[in-house]
């Protein structure tokens, strides 16, 4: 699949099967998270087989089941744009598992942190986790507000390439499906912006992932 198929393929998934992660694909993605993490200066790590993380009664509430393999998003508290990187490099290891015809889910609270196996020295933050492995479904795809309301751009006005953006923005997993960001288009550059709320920041680095991926263009706000 190319980016925008995966990006269109790709939904939450929390109910999982008991089929392990061939290590071939461990492999595949241990060595992006690696990557990843001397790019950004992050510290992801991918924990498999733990099915105590998601031992929890916020994780039932959460409707997860058979979750024993997931991605912890961790960095050092002072880490610039910390929650924001957590989003845009996590949102790339979610789309190469979706490659993989692996199933994810990020989670903000329905886990047991105490209970995450991710390494952590003084200092560190786990921002999130993303659940993953072989669901039991593939998901729905979820509502989206209409674009126009996500961007500064009338649909007749748009240029093809910011509607190629547009349409992978919209499609980003975003806390509690809220969509708290805007996208504005001023003198051909891109500006997304985040509005106040529990991981809206994360949803900023997702976001702008998707949006770069699919039009090339990089965003430097």
Sequence with gaps: MDIKELIKARHSVRQFTEKSIEVEKREVLNKLAEEFNEESGLKIQII????????????????????????????????????????????????????????????????GKGKCKADKEKGDKIVCVIALGYGDNDGIKHKSKPVTKLCNISEEDMPT????????????????????????????EVIITAQKGPFTKVDLGIVKYNFEAVTGRKINN
């Design 48 to 111: 498999y087989d733990d099915p105590e993380c998601f031992q929890t009664l916020l994780a039932t509430y959460g409707r997860f089941k058979n979750v024993v393999n997931y991605i912890a998003l961790v960095g050092d508290k002072n880490l610039e744009n910390l929650e924001e990187k957590c989003g845009y490099y996590g949102q790339q290891l979610v789309l190469k598992a979706q490659d993989m015809n692996l199933n994810t889910c990020w989670v903000g609270g329905t886990y």
């Design 161 to 188: 390439w910011f509607k190629n953006g547009m349409v992978a923005a919209m499609m980003a997993p975003t806390a509690l499906n809220q969509q708290k960001f805007f996208v504005s288009l001023v003198d051909d």
